[in-house]
Nanobody, 123 residues
Framework: QVQLVESGGGLVQAGGSLRLSCAAS????????MGWFRQAPGKERESVGA???????SYADSVKGRFAISRDNAKNTVYLQMNSLKPEDTAVYYC?????????????????WGQGTQVTISS
């Protein structure tokens, strides 16, 4: 079992940057693929990106070149660096964990979820 706690959300102006963190419990953090997802009001939860235990990443087209996912296995933490933020990036951001090797980005593939952190981008 993995417990996840996100932090770092807030209010930022368009064009700004924000870094989210997700701290995980457990001793086998590097065995988990970690994903970042977001959900805007009235919309379905969507993938932002994912990172494998070895550091391979995959991103949604909407964030490629602007967002970057990294992880520190020694600290049991995964990060989401968000640059050039747009108002349409406003959402609750969630981190999630799944077993396996590949950085899949399918919501239903993830068994463990954090509580989410609000990110609001003002225009």
């Amino acid at each position: 079992q993995v417990q996840l706690v996100e932090s770092g959300g807030g209010l930022v102006q368009a064009g700004g940057s924000l870094r989210l963190s997700c701290a995980a419990s457990g001793r086998t953090f590097n065995d988990y693929v970690m994903g970042w997802f977001r959900q805007a009001p009235g919309k379905e939860r969507e993938s932002v990106g994912a990172i494998s235990g070895s550091g391979s990443t995959s991103y949604a087209d909407s964030v490629k070149g602007r967002f970057a996912i990294s992880r520190d296995n020694a600290k049991n933490t995964v990060y989401l660096q968000m640059n050039s933020l747009k108002p349409e990036d406003t959402a609750v951001y969630y981190c999630a964990a799944r077993g396996g090797y590949y950085p899949v980005r399918v919501v239903q593939e993830y068994a463990y979820w954090g509580q989410g952190t609000q990110v609001t981008i003002s225009s």
